[in-house]
């Protein structure tokens, strides 16, 4: 089993910048991706940023892309999402996932293992 632990979430103004931490421990993988998700309420979870654990390859969602930064610290089996320029409709609860591939998707099913997610709110 892998266990994930979100932090960072909170209350922030528009146009302000938050970071999400993702620390993940138990179970290793010799290839594995790891991605960040989120989901406002009465809306599906739609994916946000993805990371390959190996070789740090990066993909971003149309609406977060320019704005917000995903990276890793490899020692600290950690991944970062750097968001700034946050606007209302970032609010949700975000949450970071890990497929065991080395393939960034963002389709919510292929990812075999998810925090229990952290609330973003953006005012106005």
């Known amino acids: 089993q892998v266990q994930l632990v979100e932090s960072g979430g909170g209350l922030v103004q528009a146009g302000g910048s938050l970071r999400l931490s993702c620390a993940a421990s138990g179970r290793t993988f010799s290839s594995y991706a790891m991605g960040w998700f989120r989901q406002a309420p009465g809306k599906e979870r739609e994916f946000v940023a993805g990371i390959t654990w190996g070789g740090g390859s990066t993909y971003y969602a149309d609406s977060v892309k320019g704005r917000f930064f995903i990276f890793r610290d490899n020692a600290k089996n950690t991944v970062y999402l750097q968001m700034n320029s946050l606007k209302p409709e970032d609010t949700a609860v975000y949450y970071c996932?890990?497929?065991?591939?080395?393939?960034?998707?963002?389709?919510?099913?292929?990812?075999?293992?998810w925090g229990q997610g952290t609330q973003v709110t953006v005012s106005s």
């Open positions: 996932a890990v497929r065991v591939s080395e393939v960034i998707t963002t389709t919510p099913g292929a990812y075999n293992y």
